[in-house]
């Protein structure tokens, strides 16, 4: 693509792209990215124009808008909406409720074929609602070589963006374990917020159980439990300290495995997943009573999503996973 200052009687400049906006006698204007016809000329010339900024595309050259359309149909996906190309954009939006994913490095990957192509995106695993942008192409220059776009297009090894909708047939408990002095206003309002949480998704809470905290008790409990639900959310009287407590015992206990135990996220540090069976268990943290955000929410709501959360996974977490401070936490982390 040649750019620059052009003698209006320049016959290339017949389909060329105007680079600024002009203003006309009469009040006349010329947006920029016109293309520019042999009347246009003959008019800028009236105007007492001699000469245009303009941009003109060589063989094997593309506008910035067939750029930008070929590249986010290449990113494909499930879930993905892509809009129009103008001015060289092209968007893409969530067609559904649900967790954005795509491979980070595939995309920095593609980032980096060519200065003149950009895609900036959502971050992965980020929650999305249904017509939200999560990406959106942009060509800088008005054209550039079609072998570019091939170029970057075969740096994708996928189809990038995903976004992976809640399934709302998900079976969810709630099981509060509960000492002497555990109020009941307490897990009242646990439940409260924990049905909340599942609203946010579509969802619903299956069954909600209140019992001692005790192991053998809880253990029976889920033993019987699990068959019949996907997930099992479990709210101790008192927070998770060890893989011996009192939770991870009656998980064990009722034929069930830790998978982990702790998460590089604060609040949320007190987290335990494991599973029975293929029911997946949640040891919440103390601090997924309150409805604020916490790294509770980010396991939650992939997995509502039907995505695995593994041990990479949550320690990949630790990447902006200092949350902001929950002011009715019991032990602050910062008491300076």
Not at 59 to 68: K, N, V
Not at 95 to 120: H, K, M, Q, W
Not at 241 to 270: F, K, T
Not at 294 to 300: A, C, E, P, Q
């Amino acid at each position: 693509m040649r750019f620059g200052t052009f003698q209006i009687d320049n016959t290339d400049l017949v389909g060329a792209k105007l680079a600024h906006r002009t203003v006309l006698k009469n009040d006349v204007k010329f947006p920029k990215g016109k293309v520019l016809s042999e009347a246009d000329l003959t008019t800028l010339q009236q105007s007492g124009f001699e000469t245009v900024t303009a941009a003109i595309l060589e063989t094997g050259d593309i506008w910035e808008d067939e750029a930008a359309r070929l590249l986010s149909e290449a990113f494909g996906g499930t879930k993905i909406r892509i809009g129009k190309a103008a001015t060289g954009r092209v968007n893409l939006y969530a067609a559904c409720d649900g967790i954005l994913t795509y491979e980070r490095e595939n995309f920095i990957a593609f980032n980096s074929v060519d200065p003149r192509i950009t895609c900036a995106a959502l971050k992965p695993y980020e929650r999305v609602e249904k017509g939200q942008m999560v990406a959106t192409v942009k060509i800088i220059p008005f054209g550039l070589p079609k072998a570019v776009c091939g170029k970057a297009i075969n740096a994708l090894r996928v189809d990038i963006f995903n976004v992976h909708a809640y399934d709302h047939d998900l079976k969810i408990a709630l099981v509060q374990t509960q000492l002497e002095e555990t109020a009941a206003k307490v897990l009242d309002k646990t439940q409260k917020v924990t049905a909340e949480r599942l609203s946010a998704f579509g969802l619903e809470l299956d069954a909600s159980d209140r019992r001692p905290h005790k192991v053998e008790t809880l253990a029976y409990h889920l033993s019987g439990a699990a068959s019949a639900q996907d997930i099992i959310i479990i709210f101790g009287a008192s927070a998770i300290c060890d893989i011996v407590d009192v939770v991870p015992q009656a998980i064990v206990r009722a034929g069930g495995e830790i998978d982990y135990l702790g998460m590089p996220v604060d609040p949320g540090n007190l987290i335990l997943l494991g599973h029975i069976d293929k029911t997946t268990i949640i040891g919440a943290p103390g601090c997924a009573r309150s409805i604020k955000l916490n790294g509770f929410d980010w396991v939650l709501e992939r997995l509502c999503a039907r995505l695995p959360v593994t041990s990479k996974d949550i320690v990949e977490m630790s990447v902006g996973g200092l949350l902001t401070e929950i002011p009715s936490r019991p032990s602050p982390r910062d008491k300076s």
